[in-house]
């Protein structure tokens, strides 16, 4: 569910930005109406519930719909996950409940009614002249901040002035309306200027630090300080296009850097959310880095395909739209980004961590677990006359190695810990030193390989080697150390040498026992606890084996054969596991997992595609007069249809330049924190990137190209007096 909740956020936010958008390109397309509207004596309130009003109208009809379909995908996703999981001990039961149905229908209503609302603000305020004759009046520049300090001043003098007039209606609107609002006006300009959000940054940074401890929280106020600064660096005179570019590039280096890992900002907790913030800020910072240098950017596009002959003067026209609209450009170019930095991210993390467990170290190269009843045991050499007779038989081919091992359950204790907790022992013999694929991922000191442990293990009874789950694996988002649990904080899972440790186990008889670790084995879940050899196990008051190893040629079915050793050994209980296919099962199931979740955000991915649909759509009437005089001068509907794909192409192909860029550099970050240290490599799926990548241009293009087919129906002289 956290993990739905968090990847789905960023659908969630793409679908504000296109509502948003929508909204903005209505306001656009009626801005000679707005204008009329105010001529003729509505007021700017009265345009915002207008809009609002309209915008209900689609909310209602748009959440009651997106319920539904929300019950159907959960639906199928449990489905799915019902057949992923199907042979573990997990059950998933699809639950409808119409409470969850209202509260999704709700928060649909009201994200969407903030929105509109936000959007209708924004478009209600225009200049009458202006919009009457669809001009684009300059931004005013903003008042000095000592003139808006001296505001609140200057409005409460006139409400005395008032006052001692005998005018209290007048006096009290200019103390309780006026006042308030242009102290407002004052913080934010402040706001708008840099130094609160310094303050704040600097704030939100130090409680995530000193008092909350949370990675995402120091992260945020960082980011808002590096914003505040380039809006402080404007302030003072620096140009918009470095001031914000530095700021941008700074969120950009911040959170794609492992400058956040060192030294006490490492001992930081984390969680799913830092995620969405990351994914926020590395995405805001290209975009505002984009929408600053954009002329530069379309520049080079436009001259990329103006080497192309003909389509020089397409190339040029296609780019003077969205540079004239930055705003809206950077919104589609944001929801296009933040969806395909998701998804590409977490293609990009799931391949790598689906090589968390190596199928042959993890199972030690064998293929066959074969476990004996306590309390009906099977000796050693019982077991091994069975396994003859089978392959005497022909039932089963004849193994390439046996090795036995004593399990045991344990109590045990290392320095740090104020008490013994439950662990376990598995004690091997020489057949298992000698047919072993275990890999050791961290080694103690005195020892130069692998080999010497092993070596030393198989000799001296006072050595033990640990699993990797008995270490400190702090920054493992699956690591979750209880009280009761055994580990050795002194060894951290990232450490490939370490100090021999001293560890207490207790016999069978109670006593307690001094055992020295030597070395951490790899990830190998079959093989838990702490391995020492035979004589070790003996000390302890553990004899004869439990647990019995088959490794077999490659071309055996292991299902057959143990099938056939359970039903050879059905009066002893014994009790068969296939660890490599068990071992290659898991990883399928987290794989088909992950798959469900990029299928999931790709359902976002069609809002960001919707959007360039609807953009262009809008586009085409909005501009139905530019269409006119670009063919009244001589460009051929082919033409100008080329100018409509390649505006989208830009804009699908940056999202995709950006998305993918920021999402591999988070995927590595995370990679470094968490995996390079034991071992695993770093694995983008190069092609399935590309099948995303070209799945999403294409899509792009159709999707422009559908309404780019109206504008040949466009004819010339209608489109010249369009209005």
Not at 57 to 83: E, S
Not at 325 to 338: C, E, N, Y
Not at 418 to 433: C, S
Not at 561 to 588: H, P, W
């Amino acid at each position: 569910t956290t993990l739905f909740i968090t990847f789905g956020t960023f659908s969630i936010f793409s679908g504000i930005l296109l509502i948003f958008l929508i909204f903005t390109v209505l306001a656009a397309e009626r801005k000679s109406e707005l204008g009329m509207s105010r001529a003729v004596g509505l007021q700017r309130a009265d345009l915002v519930r207008q809009f609002v009003t309209e915008g209900l109208a689609y909310n209602f009809l748009a959440a009651a719909i997106g319920a539904a379909l929300g019950v159907a995908a959960a639906l199928l996703l449990a489905g799915t996950l019902t057949q992923i999981l199907g042979d573990s001990s997990l059950n998933i039961t699809p639950r409808v409940s119409p409470r969850s149905i209202a509260i999704g229908f709700m928060l649909g209503l009201v994200i969407s009614f903030i929105t509109v609302s936000l959007s209708a603000i924004r478009t209600s305020k225009v200049n009458i002249i202006a919009a009457i004759r669809d001009l684009n009046l300059p931004v005013p520049e903003r008042l000095p901040q000592w003139t808006l300090f001296l505001r609140p001043f200057v409005v409460w003098r006139a409400a005395l002035e008032q006052a001692g007039q005998g005018n209290g209606r007048e006096a009290l609107r200019l103390f309780l309306l006026a006042g308030p609002k242009a102290i407002l006006n004052f913080w934010g300009a402040l706001f708008a200027r840099g130094p609160v959000l310094i303050v704040l940054g600097y704030l939100f940074a130090w409680l995530g630090v000193n008092l909350i401890n949370q990675a995402g929280v120091y992260g945020l106020g960082v980011s808002m300080f590096l914003i505040g600064i380039g809006q402080l660096l404007n302030w003072i005179g620096l140009p918009a296009r470095w001031s914000y570019s530095l700021s941008g590039l700074a969120l950009i280096l911040y959170w794609s850097l492992p400058t956040r890992e060192v030294g006490r900002l490492s001992e930081l907790e984390t969680n799913q959310g830092d995620f969405f913030i990351s994914g926020m800020f590395l995405v805001g910072g290209a975009i505002v880095l984009f929408l600053y240098n954009a002329d530069a950017l379309l520049n080079i596009f436009a001259g990329i395909l103006g080497r192309l002959g003909g389509l020089f003067p397409v190339a040029r026209t296609a780019i003077a739209y969205p540079l004239s609209t930055k705003g809206r450009t950077a919104t589609t170019l944001a929801m296009f980004s933040l969806i395909i930095f998701t998804l590409v991210s977490t293609a990009t993390i799931s391949n790598t961590f689906s090589n968390f467990i190596d199928v042959e170290s993890g199972s030690g190269g064998y293929d066959i677990l074969a476990q004996s009843n306590p309390f009906n045991p099977l000796t050693d050499e019982e077991f091994r006359i069975g396994v003859d007779q089978l392959v005497s038989n022909g039932t089963i081919e004849q193994p390439s190695a046996i090795a036995s091992a004593v399990f045991a359950p344990v109590q045990a204790a290392s320095p740090s810990m104020d008490k013994f907790a439950n662990y376990a022992i598995n004690g091997v013999g020489d057949e298992f030193f000698s047919s072993q694929n275990l890999e050791l991922s961290s080694i103690a000191e005195g020892y130069q390989s692998a080999d010497q442990v092993w070596s030393a293990l198989s000799s001296d009874p006072s050595l033990v080697v640990v699993d990797s789950f008995s270490v400190d694996r702090t920054g493992d988002p699956t690591f979750q150390a209880g009280e009761d649990t055994f580990m050795i904080s002194s060894i951290k899972a990232s450490d490939t040498t370490f100090d021999p440790v001293e560890i207490q186990i207790t016999a069978a008889d109670g006593s307690q026992n001094a055992f020295k670790v030597i070395g951490v084995l790899a990830t190998a879940p079959s093989f838990y606890g702490a391995m020492m050899n035979t004589e070790a196990a003996q000390n302890l008051g553990y004899t004869g084996g439990n647990r019995y190893f088959l490794r077999l040629s490659a071309d055996t079915d292991v299902q057959t054969d143990a099938n056939a050793i359970e039903a050879n050994f059905n009066r002893s209980g014994v009790q068969t596991s296939l660890l490599k296919e068990d071992l290659r099962d898991s990883r399928s199931s987290i794989n088909s997992i992950f798959y469900l979740i990029q299928g999931f955000i790709g359902l976002g991915l069609l809002v960001g595609i919707a959007a360039l649909g609807v953009v262009t759509i809008r586009a085409v009437v909005e501009r139905r007069q530019q269409i006119g005089v670009l063919r009244a001068i001589g460009f051929q509907r082919s033409m100008v249809q080329g100018i409509f794909l390649f505006e989208s192409l830009f804009i699908a192909g940056l999202g995709v330049v950006i998305g993918f860029g920021l999402a591999i550099t988070f995927a590595y970050n995370l990679y470094l924190q968490v995996a390079a240290d034991q071992g695993l490599p770093f694995l983008p799926p190069w092609v399935t990137l590309a099948a995303i990548a070209a799945s999403i241009l294409v899509a792009s293009l159709i999707t422009a190209w559908l309404p780019a087919r109206s504008t040949s129906k466009i004819v010339i002289a209608e489109a010249l007096r369009y209005e």
